[in-house]
Structures are given as C-alpha cells and as structure tokens.
C-alpha cells in the first residue's frame, strides 16, 4: 500500500548526538516532523520511523501488534547507538509508552527521554469490552486531529482497529510494570485539555519511574497532537535545551560536524 502523503518516515544524518522519535497510535510521522526537522536543522542525527501497519490504512494495522511496533523502534535505536555517541528517544502518546519502555530496557545507553501527553492505559469502558468486541466489529472511531490549532491537521486513520487497540492495552499494561526502570533524566510535557489522554496517565508515570532527574511542563493551550498545536515551538525549545544540558557538545560551535 502507498504511504499516506506527508506520513513517510525522516532521518537526518548529523552530529555525534542522535535522536529517535517516535509517534503515536494510529498516526504516523507526520505529527512529529516538525520537531524532527527543528532538532535536524540544529545538527543533531535524527531517526523518525513509520511504525508498522500506520500510515497506509487502517486494514494494514489490524494485523499487526505492539510487538511490532516496538520492534521498530528498538532496530531504530540500536542503529543510532552504533554512530551516535549519545542518544535520546522523544514519544508523543503511545509514542511515550514506546519511549519509556525503551528507556527500561536499554538503561544507560540512553541518554535522556521527552514524552509528550505520554499514554499510559486504555481509558473507559470500552477498554473491558475489547477483548470481546474486537471479534465483533473491525473499528471504532478514530483518535487523530484532536488539535486546537485551527487548520493544523494530524495526518492518520479516521478509525481505530479494534485488534490493534486490544495489542495497545496489553503493550500500556506491560510498560506500566516496567516504570521502575525508568531512570534516565525525563522531561515530560502534558497538555491539562487533552480529549485523547487524561492526565492521570501523566501523573502516574511520573509516580512510577524512579528518575531523580525529572521536569514536568504544562501545555496550556495545547490538546492531544501538541507538537502541531500552539505549544509545539515550546515543546521544541524545551527539549533541545533538555538535551543541550545533558550533551555539552549540543549548541557549541562545531556540533553540527559531531564537535
């Protein structure tokens, strides 16, 4: 299937200092191009994959799992660690989930972690009903484009598959146990008018992880997709003053050649 316009995946050869992205559930790297050219045109190598089954349509994720996505992931980090001598992994939503399951696994190889509206469980009812449901019926209505920012569209799925969902809901209940392990330096941004992710998600990740080094923003004018709503410059800064402070070598004359 053809890659949905504006959904490829990005990279970005630069410095010594690497970063992987990762997006969130049923979108695509679309929602976080913007940030990874932002970090790209500030010389640092960037790594924004297309995680399996997104970007396409909705029938092509029915087939695949957290595992999958995960996977990717994981195959994108090991090859940043291979050219890069620091690297930090940022995730929006699910994207967040993947980020600190990274994080738990790969322990001090990464170097610093930025979340944003990180998901951390499937919310209501439904969330019972899944495991029956997904037999039952293909879809529900999608998440994307929960933006307040007029005219700033989430390139992704207008319908959530029901298999796929019931995959999600395992993969948060697995991370959830792996939060302890957590340890890396965290910045988490979270937005207090977010229709997709409460913010009891983000409250009990940073009740959970054991980072001594921890900051916790508020994007207040901001819904779910806050890298394309009206904090997302915010959401860039934060995160590259996050990493300048932790690569001394990030925003010094000659970073841009790995100096």
Same mark, same amino acid.
């Given at each position: 299937?053809?890659?949905?316009?504006?959904?490829?995946?990005?990279?970005?050869?630069g410095?010594?200092?690497?970063?992987?992205l990762c997006?969130?559930?049923?979108?695509?790297?679309?929602?976080?191009?913007? $940030?990874? &050219?932002?970090?790209?045109?500030?010389?640092?190598?960037?790594?924004?994959p297309l995680l399996p089954g997104h970007g396409?349509? $909705?029938?092509?994720?029915?087939?695949?799992? $957290?595992?999958? $996505?995960?996977? &990717?992931?994981?195959? &994108?980090l090991r090859l940043l660690l &291979?050219?890069?001598?620091?690297?930090? *992994?940022?995730?929006?939503s699910m994207g967040g989930a993947l980020t600190l399951r990274l994080a738990a696994k790969h322990g001090d190889s990464v170097?610093?972690?930025?979340?944003?509206?990180?998901?951390?469980?499937?919310?209501?009812?439904?969330?019972?009903?899944?495991?029956?449901?997904?037999?039952?019926?293909?879809?529900?209505?999608?998440?994307?484009?929960?933006?307040?920012k007029e005219g700033s569209v989430e390139v992704g799925y207008d319908r959530v598959p029901l298999h796929a969902a019931h995959s %999600?809901?395992?993969?948060?209940? %697995? *991370?959830?146990g792996e939060l302890p392990q957590v340890t890396q330096p965290m910045l988490l941004l979270h937005s207090p008018q977010d229709h997709v992710v409460p913010p009891v998600d983000s409250a009990r990740i940073l009740s959970r992880v054991s980072s001594t080094d921890v900051t916790e923003i508020l994007l207040e004018q901001s819904y @779910?997709?806050?890298?394309?709503? @009206?904090d997302a410059e915010r959401i860039f800064d934060e995160s590259y003053a996050f990493i300048g402070r932790l690569a001394p070598s990030v925003g010094k004359k000659g970073s841009t050649t790995g100096g």
């Open positions: 299937m053809p890659v949905l316009p504006g959904a490829e995946p990005f990279r970005h050869e410095g010594e200092v690497g970063v992987l997006h969130g559930f049923t979108g695509s790297p679309q929602s976080l191009r913007p $940030w990874a &050219e932002y970090l790209a045109e500030r010389g640092l190598t960037v790594s924004l396409t349509r $909705w029938q092509d994720m029915q087939v695949t799992g $957290w595992q999958d $996505w995960y996977a &990717e992931v994981d195959r &994108e &291979e050219r890069c001598s620091q690297v930090f *992994v940022f995730g929006l170097s610093g972690i930025v979340v944003v509206n990180p998901a951390n469980k499937v919310h209501g009812l439904s969330a019972h009903a899944l495991p029956v449901m997904r037999h039952l019926v293909p879809t529900t209505k999608g998440l994307t484009s929960d933006i307040a %999600l809901r395992n993969f948060f209940r %697995l *991370v959830d @779910h997709v806050a890298t394309l709503d @009206h």
